[in-house]
Protein backbone atom coordinates (compact mmCIF):
# COMPACT_ATOMS: atom_id res chain seq x y z
CA UNK A 1 0.00 0.00 0.00
CA UNK A 2 1.02 3.21 -0.97
CA UNK A 3 0.79 6.68 0.65
CA UNK A 4 -2.02 7.36 -1.72
CA UNK A 5 -3.54 4.21 -0.93
CA UNK A 6 -2.63 4.82 2.98
CA UNK A 7 -4.13 8.59 2.74
CA UNK A 8 -7.93 6.96 1.06
CA UNK A 9 -7.96 4.48 3.95
CA UNK A 10 -8.30 7.31 6.30
CA UNK A 11 -11.78 8.10 4.64
CA UNK A 12 -13.38 5.18 2.55
CA UNK A 13 -10.84 1.90 4.00
CA UNK A 14 -13.47 0.22 1.16
CA UNK A 15 -12.17 2.01 -1.05
CA UNK A 16 -8.62 1.48 -0.28
CA UNK A 17 -8.78 -1.96 0.03
CA UNK A 18 -10.61 -2.36 -3.53
CA UNK A 19 -7.88 0.26 -5.14
CA UNK A 20 -5.24 -2.48 -3.84
CA UNK A 21 -7.02 -5.32 -5.26
CA UNK A 22 -7.26 -4.30 -8.42
CA UNK A 23 -3.51 -3.53 -8.45
CA UNK A 24 -2.62 -6.52 -7.48
CA UNK A 25 -4.57 -8.40 -9.62
CA UNK A 26 -3.12 -6.42 -13.00
CA UNK A 27 0.68 -8.35 -12.00
CA UNK A 28 1.77 -10.88 -13.35
CA UNK A 29 0.70 -14.42 -12.52
CA UNK A 30 4.93 -14.90 -12.84
CA UNK A 31 6.83 -13.40 -10.54
CA UNK A 32 9.79 -14.22 -13.19
CA UNK A 33 7.34 -12.40 -16.13
CA UNK A 34 7.13 -8.90 -13.76
CA UNK A 35 8.19 -5.99 -14.80
CA UNK A 36 8.29 -4.86 -11.12
CA UNK A 37 11.45 -3.19 -9.47
CA UNK A 38 12.88 -6.58 -8.92
CA UNK A 39 13.13 -7.44 -12.30
CA UNK A 40 13.07 -4.13 -14.10
CA UNK A 41 17.11 -4.66 -14.90
CA UNK A 42 16.17 -8.33 -16.60
CA UNK A 43 17.33 -7.51 -19.88
CA UNK A 44 15.95 -10.73 -22.29
CA UNK A 45 15.76 -11.16 -26.49
CA UNK A 46 13.64 -13.92 -28.07
CA UNK A 47 15.68 -15.34 -30.81
CA UNK A 48 16.42 -19.05 -32.66
CA UNK A 49 18.93 -21.03 -30.86
CA UNK A 50 21.36 -20.46 -34.11
CA UNK A 51 20.95 -16.68 -33.59
CA UNK A 52 21.59 -17.10 -29.85
CA UNK A 53 24.62 -19.41 -30.17
CA UNK A 54 26.50 -18.27 -33.53
CA UNK A 55 27.58 -14.27 -32.15
CA UNK A 56 29.71 -16.19 -29.09
CA UNK A 57 30.24 -19.86 -29.87
CA UNK A 58 34.09 -19.38 -30.41
CA UNK A 59 34.55 -17.26 -27.39
CA UNK A 60 33.01 -19.27 -25.34
CA UNK A 61 34.85 -22.48 -26.61
CA UNK A 62 38.09 -20.53 -26.16
CA UNK A 63 37.74 -19.73 -22.45
CA UNK A 64 36.31 -23.10 -21.87
CA UNK A 65 39.56 -24.37 -23.29
CA UNK A 66 41.46 -21.77 -21.46
CA UNK A 67 39.99 -23.03 -17.83
CA UNK A 68 40.40 -26.25 -19.11
CA UNK A 69 44.27 -25.75 -19.34
CA UNK A 70 44.53 -23.73 -16.12
CA UNK A 71 42.10 -24.66 -13.14
CA UNK A 72 43.06 -27.82 -11.64
CA UNK A 73 39.67 -28.16 -10.53
CA UNK A 74 37.96 -28.01 -13.58
CA UNK A 75 40.03 -30.30 -14.84
CA UNK A 76 39.71 -33.03 -12.25
CA UNK A 77 35.34 -32.55 -12.95
CA UNK A 78 36.78 -33.20 -16.75
CA UNK A 79 38.47 -36.37 -15.39
CA UNK A 80 35.78 -37.61 -13.37
CA UNK A 81 33.58 -36.88 -16.62
CA UNK A 82 35.91 -39.43 -18.74
CA UNK A 83 36.00 -42.29 -15.84
CA UNK A 84 32.30 -42.34 -14.40
CA UNK A 85 30.70 -42.01 -18.87
CA UNK A 86 33.47 -44.41 -20.48
CA UNK A 87 35.44 -46.69 -17.86
CA UNK A 88 36.63 -49.58 -19.88
CA UNK A 89 34.97 -48.43 -23.04
CA UNK A 90 32.12 -50.18 -25.08
CA UNK A 91 32.32 -53.49 -24.94
CA UNK A 92 31.12 -56.36 -26.98
CA UNK A 93 29.26 -59.65 -26.11
CA UNK A 94 28.05 -61.55 -29.18
CA UNK A 95 25.03 -64.14 -29.07
CA UNK A 96 24.57 -65.73 -32.67
CA UNK A 97 21.90 -68.35 -33.19
CA UNK A 98 21.99 -70.64 -35.58
CA UNK A 99 18.86 -72.49 -37.14
CA UNK A 100 18.28 -74.43 -34.49
CA UNK A 101 18.33 -71.81 -31.39
CA UNK A 102 21.67 -72.30 -30.43
CA UNK A 103 24.11 -70.16 -29.83
CA UNK A 104 27.52 -70.68 -31.93
CA UNK A 105 30.33 -70.41 -29.54
CA UNK A 106 32.88 -70.20 -31.99
CA UNK A 107 31.29 -67.96 -34.04
CA UNK A 108 30.57 -65.20 -31.17
CA UNK A 109 33.90 -65.64 -29.48
CA UNK A 110 35.99 -64.80 -33.06
CA UNK A 111 33.31 -61.68 -33.49
CA UNK A 112 34.21 -60.96 -30.19
CA UNK A 113 38.14 -61.36 -30.48
CA UNK A 114 37.76 -59.02 -33.74
CA UNK A 115 36.49 -56.54 -32.14
CA UNK A 116 39.28 -56.44 -29.24
CA UNK A 117 41.48 -56.28 -32.50
CA UNK A 118 40.07 -53.66 -34.25
CA UNK A 119 39.95 -50.96 -30.69
CA UNK A 120 43.58 -51.18 -31.11
CA UNK A 121 45.32 -48.06 -32.24
CA UNK A 122 46.34 -49.14 -35.54
CA UNK A 123 43.31 -50.08 -36.52
CA UNK A 124 41.02 -48.05 -35.41
CA UNK A 125 42.68 -44.60 -35.48
CA UNK A 126 43.29 -42.81 -39.16
CA UNK A 127 46.75 -41.80 -37.52
CA UNK A 128 47.25 -45.27 -35.40
CA UNK A 129 47.99 -42.87 -32.34
CA UNK A 130 44.51 -43.42 -30.06
CA UNK A 131 42.67 -46.76 -28.93
CA UNK A 132 39.28 -46.69 -29.02
CA UNK A 133 39.11 -46.46 -25.62
CA UNK A 134 41.05 -43.29 -25.39
CA UNK A 135 39.21 -41.82 -28.24
CA UNK A 136 36.02 -42.28 -26.15
CA UNK A 137 37.48 -40.36 -23.66
CA UNK A 138 38.37 -38.02 -25.49
CA UNK A 139 35.17 -37.72 -26.83
CA UNK A 140 33.63 -36.85 -23.86
CA UNK A 141 35.93 -34.38 -23.08
CA UNK A 142 35.43 -32.34 -26.51
CA UNK A 143 31.87 -32.62 -25.50
CA UNK A 144 32.54 -31.22 -22.17
CA UNK A 145 34.43 -28.26 -22.85
CA UNK A 146 33.98 -27.83 -27.09
CA UNK A 147 30.45 -28.52 -26.93
CA UNK A 148 30.96 -31.21 -29.62
CA UNK A 149 33.83 -33.53 -31.79
CA UNK A 150 33.19 -34.38 -35.34
CA UNK A 151 34.69 -38.19 -36.74
CA UNK A 152 34.86 -38.93 -40.31
CA UNK A 153 34.43 -42.73 -41.13
CA UNK A 154 37.35 -43.53 -43.12
CA UNK A 155 37.59 -46.74 -45.11
CA UNK A 156 41.22 -48.20 -45.53
CA UNK A 157 42.99 -51.09 -46.85
CA UNK A 158 44.49 -52.17 -43.82
CA UNK A 159 43.83 -53.71 -40.74
CA UNK A 160 41.36 -56.56 -40.02
CA UNK A 161 38.69 -54.65 -40.95
CA UNK A 162 38.38 -52.02 -43.91
CA UNK A 163 37.30 -49.31 -41.64
CA UNK A 164 38.86 -46.58 -39.24
CA UNK A 165 37.84 -43.10 -37.80
CA UNK A 166 39.24 -40.09 -38.07
CA UNK A 167 38.97 -37.40 -35.04
CA UNK A 168 38.71 -33.64 -36.12
CA UNK A 169 37.61 -30.76 -33.80
CA UNK A 170 34.79 -28.63 -34.27
CA UNK A 171 36.35 -26.00 -35.11
CA UNK A 172 37.13 -27.30 -38.81
CA UNK A 173 33.36 -26.30 -39.74
CA UNK A 174 33.62 -23.27 -42.57
CA UNK A 175 31.35 -21.03 -40.51
CA UNK A 176 32.49 -18.33 -43.32
CA UNK A 177 30.27 -20.50 -45.80
CA UNK A 178 26.64 -19.16 -45.14
CA UNK A 179 24.30 -19.29 -48.19
CA UNK A 180 21.00 -19.00 -48.86
CA UNK A 181 19.24 -22.26 -50.69
CA UNK A 182 20.68 -22.76 -53.69
CA UNK A 183 19.15 -24.52 -56.91
CA UNK A 184 18.70 -28.06 -54.40
CA UNK A 185 16.67 -26.34 -52.07
CA UNK A 186 20.03 -27.17 -49.59
CA UNK A 187 21.79 -23.86 -47.72
CA UNK A 188 24.88 -23.78 -45.56
CA UNK A 189 24.54 -22.59 -41.68
CA UNK A 190 27.91 -22.60 -39.99
CA UNK A 191 29.75 -24.92 -42.38
CA UNK A 192 26.71 -27.19 -42.09
CA UNK A 193 24.41 -27.91 -45.04
CA UNK A 194 21.11 -28.46 -44.44
CA UNK A 195 18.04 -29.66 -46.83
CA UNK A 196 14.47 -27.90 -46.40
CA UNK A 197 13.69 -29.33 -43.60
CA UNK A 198 17.01 -28.23 -41.66
CA UNK A 199 18.65 -31.76 -41.93
CA UNK A 200 22.30 -31.70 -42.41
CA UNK A 201 22.95 -33.47 -45.83
CA UNK A 202 26.76 -32.71 -45.62
CA UNK A 203 29.93 -30.87 -43.61
CA UNK A 204 32.07 -28.42 -45.11
CA UNK A 205 35.85 -28.82 -43.28
CA UNK A 206 38.31 -26.66 -43.45
CA UNK A 207 41.49 -28.17 -45.15
CA UNK A 208 45.08 -27.39 -43.23
CA UNK A 209 48.50 -27.72 -43.84
CA UNK A 210 50.65 -30.00 -42.32
CA UNK A 211 51.76 -27.20 -39.85
CA UNK A 212 48.44 -26.56 -38.75
CA UNK A 213 47.54 -23.32 -41.11
CA UNK A 214 44.13 -23.28 -43.04
CA UNK A 215 45.09 -23.03 -46.97
CA UNK A 216 41.75 -21.12 -47.36
CA UNK A 217 39.51 -23.94 -49.28
CA UNK A 218 37.49 -26.26 -47.92
CA UNK A 219 35.98 -29.78 -48.35
CA UNK A 220 32.40 -30.91 -48.80
CA UNK A 221 32.06 -34.37 -46.73
CA UNK A 222 28.60 -36.02 -47.15
CA UNK A 223 26.66 -36.64 -43.57
CA UNK A 224 26.71 -40.36 -44.65
CA UNK A 225 30.61 -40.23 -43.30
CA UNK A 226 30.06 -37.81 -41.01
CA UNK A 227 29.59 -38.78 -36.99
CA UNK A 228 29.00 -35.41 -34.95
CA UNK A 229 28.42 -35.76 -31.64
CA UNK A 230 26.83 -32.90 -29.83
CA UNK A 231 23.73 -32.13 -27.64
CA UNK A 232 20.60 -30.38 -29.16
CA UNK A 233 18.66 -28.45 -26.66
CA UNK A 234 16.58 -26.12 -29.08
CA UNK A 235 14.58 -27.49 -32.29
CA UNK A 236 16.37 -24.19 -33.87
CA UNK A 237 19.97 -25.39 -33.18
CA UNK A 238 22.38 -26.25 -35.64
CA UNK A 239 25.50 -26.66 -34.07
CA UNK A 240 27.29 -26.81 -31.20
CA UNK A 241 27.78 -24.75 -28.14
CA UNK A 242 30.02 -25.46 -24.97
CA UNK A 243 27.69 -27.31 -21.97
CA UNK A 244 30.38 -24.71 -19.64
CA UNK A 245 28.84 -21.52 -20.99
CA UNK A 246 26.88 -21.68 -17.97
CA UNK A 247 29.34 -22.10 -15.52
CA UNK A 248 32.53 -20.80 -17.27
CA UNK A 249 32.25 -17.48 -15.13
CA UNK A 250 31.90 -19.08 -11.72
CA UNK A 251 34.72 -21.53 -12.23
CA UNK A 252 36.89 -18.49 -13.45
CA UNK A 253 36.49 -16.33 -10.09
CA UNK A 254 36.78 -19.88 -8.16
CA UNK A 255 39.94 -20.24 -9.87
CA UNK A 256 41.03 -16.62 -9.14
CA UNK A 257 39.92 -16.67 -5.69
CA UNK A 258 41.88 -20.00 -5.10
CA UNK A 259 44.98 -18.24 -6.52
CA UNK A 260 44.20 -15.00 -4.51
CA UNK A 261 44.60 -17.15 -1.10
CA UNK A 262 47.33 -18.88 -2.03
CA UNK A 263 49.24 -15.69 -2.72
CA UNK A 264 47.86 -14.23 0.09
CA UNK A 265 49.27 -17.33 1.95
CA UNK A 266 52.92 -17.58 0.63
CA UNK A 267 52.95 -13.45 1.39
CA UNK A 268 52.50 -13.85 4.77
CA UNK A 269 54.55 -17.21 5.68
CA UNK A 270 57.11 -14.66 4.21
CA UNK A 271 56.59 -12.37 7.42
CA UNK A 272 58.86 -12.45 9.93
CA UNK A 273 59.29 -9.78 13.14
CA UNK A 274 62.59 -9.33 14.84
CA UNK A 275 62.36 -7.75 18.24
CA UNK A 276 65.48 -6.30 20.03
CA UNK A 277 66.22 -5.55 23.27
CA UNK A 278 67.60 -2.02 24.04
CA UNK A 279 68.45 -3.16 28.00
CA UNK A 280 70.86 -6.05 27.75
CA UNK A 281 68.93 -8.90 30.18
CA UNK A 282 71.25 -9.81 33.20
Not at 13 to 36: C, E, H, K, Q
Not at 64 to 90: H, K, M, P, Q
Request: charged fraction near 25%.
Amino acid sequence: MNWLDRAISVFSPAWAYRRVAWRNALRSFYDSGGTDRLNSGWTTINATAEQTNQGQRDTIRARARDLERNADFAESIINSFERNVVGTGIRVQAKVVDASGNEDDELNQQIEDLWEEWCRARNCDVTGQQSFVEMQQMAVRRLIVDGGIIFIKAYTNTGPVPFSLQAREVDELDTSLNSLPGANGNRIVGGVELDKYNRPVAYWLKQYTPDGFWNGKSERIPEQRVIFLWHKTRPTQIREVSPMAKTLPRVRDTNEFIEAVSVKERILACLSVFIKNKIPQV
